[in-house]
């Protein structure tokens, strides 16, 4: 199984992922990014995660943060693949991220900040809603 986290800003992905890794044996994946020198593109090594996952298909994957749609196109090709959106109310990922961060910002401030971010990270509805029906179909 390989199961992929995505969600906003201290929503608790990496608190469930390691739950998974301690819990239930999975084994975390790292999307890394890097630049072509030759076109000065973005590029992601999640080609070759999947083809590491192929190989070693029994055993059980969680990989986060998810954060594109470039990313999930890519995941979605495996059939055993999972998406969990991870979330918290503002308040909670307010506190964890002054936690972190020692944030100087207004909870109204970072709550907007927040809010863009969301609007940024997570997928238009319908494409949402295609990997709801994809899922459903293997489970």
């Known amino acids: 199984m390989l199961i992929g986290l995505t969600g906003p800003i201290c929503a608790g992905k990496t608190t469930v992922g390691k739950l998974l890794q301690e819990q239930h044996g999975f084994e975390q994946l790292v999307i890394t990014e890097r630049v072509d020198p030759s076109t000065g ?21 969680v990989i986060y943060p998810v954060s594109t749609l470039k990313e999930v196109e890519s995941l979605k ?20 991220d ?28 319908h494409l949402v809603d295609q990997l709801r029906l994809h899922h459903w179909r293997i489970l």
């Not at 973005?42 to 994957?61: A, C, I, M, P, Y």
């Not at 090709?77 to 964890?96: H, M």
């Not at 927040?114 to 997570?122: G, T």
């Open 77 to 96: 090709k495996k059939p055993f693949f999972l998406l969990v959106a991870v979330d918290a109310p503002t308040s909670v990922r307010f506190k964890r």
């Open 41 to 61: 593109l973005r590029e992601t090594n999640t080609e070759e995660l999947l083809g590491h996952v192929s190989v070693n298909w029994q055993k059980d994957f």
């Open 98 to 125: 002054t936690s972190k961060r020692q944030t100087v910002f207004s909870f109204p401030t970072m709550a907007l900040w927040f809010r863009a971010h969301f609007r940024a990270c997570f997928f238009p509805n």
